[in-house]
């Protein structure tokens, strides 16, 4: 079996809680249209084809880059033209008194295509949906938020342990355009060198953090030289690392005698056949949590990390917050069908839709569906 063998067997459209206005306001909404595209790359390109901060364009949430995608994103009122480009089209759907943000996604439709079924599988792959539809399954956070996971490196962990050179050097890594990166890494230190490298490949991030480290000085000024990245980096890679002590956490707190490990891009985490007796919610972890959570606090401890450590510190106007996500999910199926599969013979393909709430992920859905029979009825023998 496999999933996501085209972009458009992951089809995702967004819904907000409030629908664009008719009559011009402060800001104005569009409906992007994607094909293949990470989201922040589209909305970086955007800004520099807009001319404006990319902090002025709103989203409502991070869709799939291997999909294709409808999600909604805000501008000032004033911005009309648009681009024409491969893979992206964007469409005027309004006007809005306040930007997009997370607040304002209600929810997600997907359609979603799970492949090359055969037919001795059909009862396995029924079985689980079976399942899926009655018990649910855990609200983990899957590869998507990730991204800041760098050759096994935590970004968000080393700005927690307050290494902020360390957090630049795999910034450019990952940030830098392409053709610059060598350039930049081994002529790392050098930073009179690297803002020159910036300036001429037109880097304007490089630019602004190689401009004060290369000032006399500034040289180690590495925690302000951070601050001067864009504060929804910093917010990012912070929180996908709180993402994974959540997933670690919560994989301890559910896990029992049957069940299926999934695999994400940073650890496995366990899905039981079987709901447990779970609170309703719980914490993505913070400085500030109140209250404590064993499972957690076992997660740290493998980390080397006290709850205290879960800081952002001395960068301005950048802070984060203990934060509470429901433990549990419950995909609302609407529809499924079996069909034969056009690219594999003698097999079939399952056409799933249904509905998110914001933050869950579909992908999990997909693999929990499409998981290999030897890993369906592990036990507690595998540890995570």
Same mark, same amino acid.
């Given at each position: ?19 664009? *206005?008719?009559?011009?306001?402060? $800001? !104005? ?10 989201? *922040? #790359? ?5 800004? !520099?084809? =807009? ?20 999600? +909604? ?61 009655? %018990?649910?399954?855990?609200? @983990? ?12 490196? =935590? ?15 795999? @910034? ?18 050098? =930073? ?31 925690? %302000? ?15 996908? +690392?709180?993402? $994974? ?7 301890? !707190? ?18 039981? $056949? ?12 913070? @400085? ?6 064993? @499972?957690?606090? !076992? ?16 960068? +301005? #106007? ?19 069908? =079996? ?21 869950? +992920? ?23």
């Amino acid at each position: 079996m496999r999933y996501k063998y085209l972009p458009e067997d992951f089809v995702v459209q967004e819904k907000l809680v409030s629908s664009p *206005l008719p009559k011009p306001d402060k $800001f !104005r909404i569009f409906l992007l249209e994607k094909y293949n595209q990470e989201t *922040l #790359k589209v909305v970086e390109k955007l800004a !520099r084809f =807009w001319r404006i901060p990319m902090i002025k364009i709103g989203i409502a949430g991070i869709k799939d880059k291997y999909a294709h995608t409808f999600q +909604y994103i805000s501008t000032p009122a004033w911005v009309k033209k648009t681009p024409k480009w491969q893979g992206i089209n964007l469409s005027p759907a309004g006007f809005s008194s306040h930007p997009l943000s997370a607040e304002s996604l209600a929810w997600n439709a997907f359609t979603l295509v799970v492949r090359e079924i055969k037919l001795e599988e059909k009862p396995t792959v029924e079985h689980r949906l079976s399942l899926l539809k009655e %018990h649910g399954m855990p609200n @983990y956070f899957d590869d998507q938020r990730f991204g800041s996971f760098v050759d096994g490196e =935590w970004v968000g962990k080393h700005l927690f342990m307050g290494n902020m050179k360390r957090v630049l050097y795999l @910034y450019c890594k990952s940030h830098a355009p392409e053709k610059l990166v060598s350039d930049i890494l081994s002529s790392w230190g050098d =930073w009179s060198r690297c803002l020159l490298l910036s300036q001429k490949a037109c880097w304007h991030a490089g630019e602004r953090v190689f401009r004060f480290l290369s000032m006399e000085g500034h040289e180690k000024g590495f925690r %302000h030289a951070v601050g001067l990245l864009d504060q929804r980096y910093v917010l990012l890679v912070a929180n996908a +690392y709180r993402s $994974f002590l959540f997933n670690q956490a919560l994989s301890l !707190r559910v896990k029992s005698e049957k069940g299926v490990f999934l695999a994400t891009r940073a650890g496995e985490v366990f899905v039981p $056949f079987e709901k447990k007796d779970l609170p309703r919610e719980g914490w993505i972890p913070a @400085y500030d949590m109140p209250e404590e959570d064993p @499972y957690l606090q !076992r997660v740290l401890e493998e980390e080397n990390l006290l709850l205290s450590d879960i800081k952002i510190r001395g960068i +301005y #106007k950048t802070t984060i917050h203990a934060k509470k996500r429901s433990l549990w999910v419950y995909p609302e199926i609407q529809e499924t069908l =079996w069909k034969e599969d056009e690219y594999f013979p003698q097999t079939f393909k399952l056409v799933i839709s249904m509905k998110l709430p914001p933050g869950s +992920y579909a992908t999990l859905v997909l693999k929990w569906l499409a998981g290999s029979d030897n890993s369906f009825e592990k036990t507690n023998g595998k540890s995570l």
